[in-house]
């Protein structure tokens, strides 16, 4: 099986540049809904027979402009939102990314480290954990499976997850708006890591 980890087209926060992980968030930008409509076209070849997303607005309205692009349906599933912010919520990246990045680095060493007022490791890769496998787990044949998400909670889950990723590739590597992270494999075989964000990545 091959995972679609998609990143939300543009918000106001993405061009502000400040932190936003709670729900239900900003919606897209005008620029985001264009985006959201260009992923459709980028997947009209993958064979998809619907398209999964966050419960954040952002990423449930690029699903459901993708979704509507290729004539398929979309669905929202619980867990597969932003990494929570905690106490760094609203604040501009300069200000906030030493503690929330930060922190999410120390989670390669210590699960249990926890952001300010937010989640700590063990907790999100559980509910992320979850959410995959409620969308990979009984999915039939379906050989492809797309799940629209946010680059923080994409980038962290995938480098830990996939087998041939490690901490220094999550601390050189984001994923831009609408960018696309592909793993191939199973929750119960492993996953790894075929291309990132458009760059391929070697077995």
């Not at 980890?5 to 061009?15: P, Q, Y």
Request: charged content about 20%; glycine content about 12%.
């Amino acid at each position: 099986m091959r995972l679609l980890l998609i990143r939300h087209g543009e918000t106001a926060d993405n061009i502000a540049r400040t932190i936003g992980s709670r729900l239900p968030g900003p919606a897209l930008s005008g620029t985001g809904a264009a985006q959201a409509v260009a992923l459709g076209q980028a997947l009209d070849a993958e064979g998809l027979q619907r398209i999964h997303s966050s419960r954040a607005l952002r990423a449930a309205q690029t699903a459901a402009g993708a979704a509507n692009t290729l004539g398929i349906p979309r669905i929202e599933i619980d867990g597969a939102h932003e990494i929570d912010a905690g106490d760094l919520e609203g604040r501009p990246y300069t200000e906030a990314m030493a503690g929330y990045a930060g922190t999410m680095q120390r989670w390669w060493t210590d699960r249990s480290a926890r952001i300010a007022g937010g989640e700590n490791g063990i907790e999100f890769m559980a509910r992320f954990d979850r959410a995959v496998d409620s969308i990979t787990t009984g999915a039939g044949h379906e050989p492809v499976v797309a799940l629209v998400s946010h680059e923080a909670a994409i980038t962290v889950w995938a480098a830990s997850t996939a087998i041939n990723l490690d901490a220094e590739f999550s601390r050189t590597h984001g994923v831009r708006n609408t960018g696309i992270v592909e793993l191939e494999g199973s929750t119960d075989g492993g996953w790894r890591a075929v291309s990132w964000d458009g760059i391929p990545i070697p077995a």
